[in-house]
């Protein structure tokens, strides 16, 4: 497959000329990732109508050649990046107006811009990055896939370990082992694992919580693939499932078939969430779910698009999107089904497919 690169950063430039700048400073690092393929933890980045050049530091030199080749100028830089930038910029033509990413910048570096950098003029810039990382190409989706194999793979494999007094952060622990046996490089976020009332807090930390006998168990965690995220949500029964367990669980996990099936591209994030939000808010507990329906992911476990009652944005063709209904009662627990969908030319694509034993049982 042909390297995906040029043809990002040749869009990167076509939104510089919609933007009426003469070039942007990207300092977000899955930015830089996405458009040149350096995945060290620092950079910066330049990009105007003539140049690529990309300044990090001694300890990324041999991963930097290997990353970036020859898509970009690359720069070591003895001393600071900073220092570096300014002296790349003075060497650099045509530059009189130059964009920086709002949503990527300390404020101690805004005023390096405006102090050291007060010779050329800078503008705020917004999602000039992600705005196109919106749309996933084939290789980009492959690689969520893999990651959400690799989540499902380790969730089938932890369930047969878990058990009544073992403790959450034991839990977590298995899970974790298990992302990393079936191939993860990290993980995309720290895994929850929430047991009985606290399973009613949708970011829940992993505590010291025994399970016990008629707890809910919900387990929140992902797998990452070449920088590439899965995100996905079960929530299961230590035991025996009561009747109130099953008809909360049942609730969930329609809203969360609903909008799976339903999510199109060219809806918008607000149309997408109302698929599963109008069914739980049907049943009575509308109140109980207090977070939007899903958010994209990518390089980042949370991005663009949103998935919520305010998002008005229209959804990608190409978007790879998580679908997260959930119920929380305080005090007694709650439920949230999540599962990872690609946003095709024919319809929705699920990608966390998970067919495993039937522990606690699992519900229903």
Not at 96 to 115: K, S
Not at 151 to 173: W, Y
Not at 191 to 206: D, E, F, N, T
């Amino acid at each position: 497959m042909s390297d995906p690169r040029p043809r990002r950063i040749a869009a990167l430039v076509d939104g510089l000329t919609a933007a009426h700048i003469d070039g942007l400073l990207l300092t977000g690092l899955p930015n830089i990732r996405y458009l040149t393929g350096f995945s060290g933890s620092s950079a910066l980045l330049v990009i105007s109508q003539r140049d690529v050049v990309l300044i990090t530091d001694f300890r990324y030199q041999t991963q930097v050649a290997e990353e970036v080749g020859d898509i970009a100028r690359i720069v070591i830089e003895p001393s600071s990046l900073w220092t570096g930038l300014w002296q790349q910029l003075a060497q650099m033509s045509g530059l009189q107006v130059l964009g920086f990413e709002t949503a990527h910048i300390l404020h101690r570096d805004f005023q390096r811009l405006n102090e050291v950098g007060s010779r050329w003029q800078w503008r705020p810039t917004a999602d000039l990055v992600e705005t196109l990382r919106e749309r996933k190409d084939d290789t980009e989706i492959a690689l969520i896939a893999r990651a959400a194999d690799m989540a499902t793979t380790a969730l089938s494999r932890t369930l047969p370990q878990v058990s009544a007094g073992m403790t959450e952060l034991a839990v977590a622990g298995i899970l974790e082992r298990e992302l990393r046996n079936a191939g993860s490089e990290g993980f995309a976020f720290p895994s929850i694992v929430a047991s009985g009332p606290r399973s009613a807090l949708p970011h829940a930390h992993s505590s010291a919580r025994e399970l016990a006998s008629g707890d809910f168990l919900l387990m929140d965690f992902g797998a990452v693939v070449d920088g590439y995220c899965s995100d996905i949500t079960r929530t299961v029964v230590v035991g025996t499932a009561s009747t109130e367990h099953r008809g909360v669980y049942d609730i969930v996990r329609v809203a969360n078939e609903r909008g799976a099936a339903g999510v199109r591209a060219g809806m918008s994030g607000r149309d997408a969430d109302a698929l599963a939000r109008d069914y739980i808010e049907r049943a009575g507990f509308g109140p109980l779910f207090g977070h939007s329906l899903g958010h994209g992911i990518g390089l980042e476990v949370h991005e663009a698009p949103r998935l919520a009652r305010t998002s008005e944005g229209v959804l990608a063709e190409g978007a790879v999107v998580t679908i997260e209904p959930g119920v929380y009662r305080p005090g007694w627990g709650g439920v949230r089904i999540e599962d990872d969908v690609v946003l095709g030319a024919d319809g929705p694509r699920l990608l966390t497919n998970l067919n495993c034993p039937n522990l606690f049982p699992l519900i229903p």
